[in-house]
């Protein structure tokens, strides 16, 4: 069975470690953390491997996964370039979204096969069932190697791998924090508002949560711009001018304004509003009209 070491076995590490060794897809051999006590309890929610605390602890494997912050990656690569256990036949890959196999460079001049491979998903906690990762979406890039290796393993726990060039990792990755984090943000920035309506948080996410819902089906079965409703949908400009002149704090009318000019552009596409109102509401969502 193919072995795989884990530096930096977080949340990400011992989700993927626990749902290769269960599916013995890999033989999970040494895992390094900042912290021989960490290491030992990614051990224990993995149910395999051994704990190490420094790298020269660490045994020879087929296959390396540096599972830390994306801010460590190139450093630890570096410091692994070195390691005796390395071998010129080995693979070695990153999980981060933003950084392409280019970080891991130190380990590919030792004549090793490089990779990153990032599952678009929120790694919340280590508790992840096999269910949990069906059909996850994988980007990939790096050598032909350990792609070929890796997405077998990646689509053996049920991921879907798909390819992406090096250049393109900045600008994908944004494309998914805006997606995931800035949801959550955006939620945020609703319960603030609701909250300067009288209205409690928990109430807030309650009555939250079936529009919310409803809207991300709507966007996955019909569309972005089929799915857009409300007033710049409508192309009602009393409404959002008196949406902006209830939005006495700064940051929150700029996210509104932001906002309100990509659904203007949708809103365009649908149909509904004509050019008059079109017109007048980019006039309105416009910072020039601060």
Same mark, same amino acid.
């Given at each position: 069975m193919t072995t795989l070491n884990i530096i930096g076995c977080g949340k990400l590490g011992q989700s993927l470690g626990r749902l290769w060794s269960d599916s013995k897809e890999f033989r999970i051999g040494s895992i390094l953390n900042t912290s021989l006590d960490s290491a030992n309890q990614a051990v224990s929610h993995i149910g395999s491997g051994s704990a190490c605390e420094e790298?020269?602890?660490?045994?020879?494997?087929?296959?390396?996964?540096?599972?830390?912050?994306?801010?460590?990656?190139?450093?630890?690569?570096?410091?692994?370039?070195?390691?005796?256990?390395?071998?010129?036949?080995?693979?070695?890959?990153?999980?981060?979204?933003?950084?392409?196999?280019?970080?891991?460079?130190?380990?590919?001049?030792?004549?090793?096969?490089?990779?990153?491979?990032?599952?678009?998903?929120?790694?919340?906690?280590?508790?992840?069932?096999?269910?949990?990762?069906?059909?996850?979406?994988?980007?990939c890039e790096g050598d032909t190697a350990a792609l070929h290796l890796l997405t077998q393993k990646f689509s053996a726990i049920g991921g879907k791998c798909f390819q992406i060039s090096s250049e393109s990792k900045n600008i994908y990755h944004t494309a998914t924090v805006m997606c995931c984090n800035y949801l959550t943000a955006l939620t945020e920035a609703s319960i603030q508002l609701y909250q300067q309506a009288g209205i409690e948080r928990d109430q807030s996410l309650a009555l939250m949560h079936?529009?919310?819902?409803?809207? %991300?089906?709507? /966007?996955?079965?019909?569309?972005?711009?089929? *799915? +857009? #409703?409300?007033?710049?949908?409508? =192309?009602?400009?009393?409404?959002?001018?008196?949406?902006?002149?209830?939005?006495?704090?700064?940051? %929150?009318?700029? /996210?509104?304004?932001?906002?309100?000019?990509? *659904? +203007? #552009?949708?809103?365009?596409?649908? =149909?509904?509003?004509?050019?008059?109102?079109?017109?007048?509401?980019?006039?309105?969502?416009?910072?020039?009209?601060?």
């Open positions: 790298m020269d602890q660490m045994k020879a494997a087929d296959v390396w996964l540096i599972a830390s912050n994306d801010a460590s990656i190139a450093t630890i690569s570096s410091k692994l370039s070195k390691f005796k256990h390395l071998r010129a036949q080995d693979i070695v890959f990153h999980c981060s979204g933003s950084l392409s196999s280019s970080a891991l460079i130190t380990c590919k001049e030792k004549g090793v096969d490089i990779a990153s491979i990032h599952p678009v998903m929120s790694f919340t906690g280590t508790t992840l069932s096999a269910e949990d990762f069906i059909n996850v979406h994988c980007s079936p529009i919310m819902t409803a809207t %991300l089906a709507n /966007i996955f079965q019909h569309g972005t711009t089929k *799915a +857009l #409703t409300g007033p710049i949908a409508r =192309g009602d400009t009393e409404t959002v001018q008196n949406h902006l002149n209830a939005l006495t704090d700064d940051k %929150l009318q700029s /996210i509104y304004r932001s906002l309100g000019e990509v *659904a +203007l #552009t949708l809103s365009e596409q649908q =149909g509904q509003a004509n050019q008059r109102q079109l017109a007048e509401m980019s006039k309105l969502l416009s910072n020039s009209t601060n």
